[in-house]
């Protein structure tokens, strides 16, 4: 019985509709070759020889003869993790004859809750190949009379609730229906590489998902109040990389103890600079590690007024304290706008778990809003916070994602 489905559908296949179809030239090829090699590491999880081909902005992944559908579902909806596509449409592709077009597309309707509820569809077809016998407004109608006829769905032209999708290629034809969102964006690493200051927190793996859509390979680097905390924040961050992975894959944690460190500013006098005085601590190292590891620029979380830590006289400050940009893609977000964005990308129900934030440890109880520059650099001076961020990024271990 699924034996006979298959044939009259065809082989399946996975298409691809590219992002940012705008670039061109050079940097369009730079942009399909680094995809191309992205969507490949995605998909070694599969163990599958699975062949992509580009075709006119789109992309086709072939799937080897005989792949299941459930298998091809799979594939497809794993590649919609993978930065720099608009739309992933599970298809069959069928041979170049217009007979065989229309079995397949009544046959893709199979089986349908929404056909059997009686769901309005229209057919759009394209045709590249314009030696195909039909055109195609002649496809159209020629499958979707045959759609009529089979399922007596009303067709809606200008809003259907579902559409079916041919496209004649050069070898073949592809019948599909609506397909599933992509990230947008641009291939990882289009942009070069950046390490992510990752708290177990909200905000800053929305922040790292954020840069990798814009092509960037991040890093992550990860402070702990160790010895004066628990290990809960490391698990936290780990657990955070490992969901973010999907998305660009290869991904390392580094994790740096603080708590000492800590401890030396306050006894240094940061009072109420303590927290500023941290963050600036932090930032320091993570430039001296991003230097190890060939990272162009910084990601923090912040996002402007959240916290005390982040007004502007604050995030002034801190950029005051290295020379690398600090990218900062959540500065103009509402919480609530970050939490629903953690929530679809898998990531809020990780950063709600429990754990001892390194921050709060020697949190002053009232904490600087407008910190003077001056006042940060001179309590810097007396324990040399520069040579201290050599031995931070020195003590930094790395966690390695297990497979
Ligand atoms: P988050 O939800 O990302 O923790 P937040 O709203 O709690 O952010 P802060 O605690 O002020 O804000 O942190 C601001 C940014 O500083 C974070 O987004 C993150 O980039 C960085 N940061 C804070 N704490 C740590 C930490 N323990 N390790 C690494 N980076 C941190
Ligand atoms: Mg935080």
């Known amino acids: 019985m699924s034996l006979a489905i298959t044939s009259a559908l065809g082989e399946p296949c996975v298409l691809l509709k590219l992002g940012e179809v705008v670039l061109k030239?050079?940097?369009?090829?730079?942009?399909?070759?680094?995809?191309?090699?992205?969507?490949?590491?995605?998909?070694?999880?599969?163990?599958?020889?699975?062949?992509i081909r580009r075709r006119h902005g789109v992309f086709v992944l072939y799937l080897p003869e005989g792949t299941d559908p459930a298998t091809a579902d799979a594939v497809a909806r794993r590649v919609t993790d993978v930065m720099g596509l608009v739309w992933v449409h599970r298809a069959w592709r069928v041979p170049k004859e217009p007979d065989a077009v229309t079995k397949a597309a009544v046959e893709l309707l199979a089986d349908r809750e929404d056909v059997r509820r009686g769901a309005s569809f229209a057919v759009r077809s394209r045709r590249r190949d314009k030696r195909f016998p039909l055109r195609s407004n002649e496809i159209d109608r020629l499958v979707g009379a045959a759609i009529v006829d089979t399922y007596g769905l009303p067709v809606n032209l200008s809003a259907p609730d579902l559409t079916v999708y041919i496209e004649v290629d050069r070898d073949e034809v592809f019948v599909f229906t609506d397909g599933l969102p992509g990230q947008g964006g641009l291939p990882v690493g289009m942009s070069g590489r950046a390490l992510v200051l990752m708290s177990g927190g909200i905000d800053s793996p929305v922040a790292a998902y954020r840069m990798m859509r814009r092509g960037l390979r991040v890093d992550f680097l990860h402070f702990s109040g160790i010895p004066?905390?628990?290990?809960?924040?490391?698990?936290?961050?780990?657990?955070?990389?490992?969901?973010?992975?999907?998305?660009?894959?290869?991904?390392r944690l580094w994790v740096v103890p603080f708590g000492k460190a800590q401890q030396s500013l306050k006894a240094s006098g940061a009072d109420r600079l303590q927290v500023v005085a941290q963050r600036r601590l932090m930032l320091k190292t993570a430039e001296e590690m991003a230097h190890r590891i060939n990272a162009a620029a910084l990601i923090t979380g912040d996002s402007l007024g959240q916290v005390s830590s982040q007004t502007l006289a604050n995030i002034t400050a801190l950029d005051d304290a290295v020379d690398l940009p600090i990218l900062r893609p959540l500065i103009g977000m509402d919480k609530t706008e970050i939490m629903a964005?953690?929530?679809?990308?898998?990531?809020?129900?990780?950063?709600?778990?429990?754990?001892?934030?390194?921050?709060?440890l020697l949190t002053p109880r009232r904490a600087e809003t407008r910190a003077k520059i001056e006042d940060l650099r001179q309590i810097e001076r007396r324990l040399d916070a520069e040579e201290l961020a050599v031995r931070l990024a020195d003590s930094v271990q790395e966690y390695k994602l297990e497979d």
Do not use: M
């Open 341 to 360: 964005e953690a929530r679809r990308i898998g990531t809020l129900e990780i950063s709600e778990l429990p754990d001892e934030d390194c921050c709060t």
């Open 228 to 251: 004066f905390t628990g290990s809960e924040s490391i698990y936290k961050a780990y657990a955070l990389v490992r969901r973010l992975d999907r998305f660009q894959g290869g991904s």
């Open 25 to 51: 030239g050079k940097n369009r090829e730079l942009f399909e070759r680094r995809l191309q090699g992205n969507i490949k590491t995605a998909l070694r999880e599969f163990g599958l020889k699975v062949d």
